[in-house]
C-alpha cells in the first residue's frame, strides 16, 4: 500500500484546466514538503512545483503564473491545480514528499506516489 495517492488526471484540450489531488493519510503530514513531478515519454522526471512546511512554495519556470501548489494539514493532502494547460504538459505527474525542498529539488525522496497521467491534446 502506498503512502501517497493521486487522483484527478485526465484528457483535456490546450487552454484547459485540471486539478490533482494527493492524498496521505499515513503520514504526520504537517511536517513533509510536499511536491509534484512529472515525467514525459523518454524524458527525465522533473520538479514542477513544491511546498514546505511553513507552506514556502516554489515552481519550475515552465509552469509559473499557470500552476498553483497547495496544501490541507487537517486532510493529509496536496494539490497542484493547472491552468492554461498546454501539448507540453502532457506527461505522467507524480507526487512526493520527504523532509526538505533540497530533497524533492534533488529527487532524493523517501516517498512516491504512483503517477497519475494528465494529457493535454492540441
Known amino acids: 500500500q502506498g503512502y501517497l495517492v493521486e487522483s484527478g488526471g485526465g484528457l483535456v484540450q490546450a487552454g484547459g484546466s485540471l486539478t490533482l489531488s494527493c492524498a496521505a493519510p499515513?503520514?504526520?503530514?504537517?511536517?513533509?514538503?510536499m511536491g509534484w513531478f512529472r515525467q514525459a515519454p523518454g524524458k527525465q522526471r522533473e520538479l514542477v512545483a513544491l511546498?514546505?512546511?511553513?507552506?514556502?512554495?516554489e515552481y519550475a519556470d515552465f509552469v509559473k503564473g499557470r500552476f498553483t501548489i497547495s496544501r490541507d494539514n487537517a486532510n493529509n493532502t496536496v494539490y497542484l491545480q493547472m491552468s492554461s494547460l498546454k501539448p507540453e504538459d502532457t506527461a505522467v505527474y507524480y507526487c512526493?514528499?520527504?523532509?526538505?525542498?533540497?530533497?524533492?529539488?534533488?529527487?532524493?525522496?523517501?516517498?512516491w506516489g504512483q503517477g497519475t497521467q494528465v494529457t493535454v491534446s492540441a
Open positions: 511546498v514546505d512546511s511553513s507552506e514556502d512554495k
Open positions: 512526493a514528499a520527504d523532509a526538505t525542498a533540497d530533497r524533492l529539488q534533488s529527487l532524493e525522496v523517501n516517498f
Open positions: 499515513e503520514l504526520t503530514f504537517r511536517w513533509y514538503t
